[in-house]
Each structure stands twice: as structure tokens, then as C-alpha cells.
């Protein structure tokens, strides 16, 4: 089993930055990729980054160059540092991570709103 608690979230004003934090606790060994999901209202939920194992990572095409997808080992955290936030980043965030069994968790969410 795996618990994840997101924080960070906000209001930012267009251009702004936030980082996103998920603390990671339980069976930790089992990660084996960790991601960042966003569901806006009345949208699908959907992947904005996501690190494997191995350190590569793939991004959303609609942040790519804005967003950072990071992990701390020692600290079992899991960081999404974003920048030039726009509008339309506008969404719930959350965390999710696979398992080498390919069982996912999530965490809760945390509301993220980027308005003037």
C-alpha cells in the first residue's frame, strides 16, 4: 500500500509559479513510475508529467518547458515545480504512482487556479 498527500496548491496570478509537493508513505520500494494528473472542470483527467524508474520523464505537450517533474528520495517526495502558469492550467492536480505490479494510487488532489 501507498499513501500520498499532495499540497501546494493555490491561487496564482497568469505567469506565476507554484510548486506542487507529494509526500509518498507506505510501501515506497514498490514505485516504480510517479506521475502528475489535472482535471479541470468538465474535463477528462490527464497526465501532465511523468518520471519512471529509470529518471526519463515525458510531458504534457501543453506544459512542456514550463513544468518540472521531480522525486526526492530520501525525503519520499514528489515535486511538480511549475512556471509561467497560464490560464488554462487551471485544474485539480494530482499525484498518482504505479507499482512494478502496475497497481496505482492516488492522492486526493489539490486545487490549483491561476486568475488576475
Known amino acids: 500500500q501507498v499513501q500520498l498527500v499532495e499540497s501546494g496548491g493555490g491561487l496564482v496570478q497568469p505567469g506565476g509559479s507554484l510548486k506542487l509537493s507529494c509526500a509518498a508513505s507506505?510501501?515506497?520500494?514498490?514505485?516504480?513510475?510517479m506521475a502528475w494528473y489535472r482535471q479541470a472542470p468538465g474535463k477528462q483527467r490527464e497526465l501532465v508529467a511523468r518520471?519512471?524508474?529509470?529518471?526519463?520523464?515525458n510531458y504534457a505537450d501543453s506544459v512542456k518547458g514550463r513544468f518540472t517533474i521531480s522525486r526526492d528520495y530520501t525525503m519520499n517526495m514528489i515535486y511538480l515545480q511549475m512556471n509561467r502558469l497560464k490560464y488554462e492550467d487551471t485544474a485539480v492536480y494530482f499525484c498518482?504512482?504505479?507499482?512494478?505490479?502496475?497497481?496505482?494510487?492516488w492522492g486526493q488532489g489539490t486545487q490549483v487556479t491561476v486568475s488576475s
Open positions: 498518482n504512482v504505479a507499482t512494478s505490479t502496475l497497481t496505482e494510487y
Open positions: 507506505g510501501t515506497i520500494s514498490s514505485i516504480f513510475t
Open positions: 518520471l519512471i524508474g529509470g529518471g526519463s520523464t
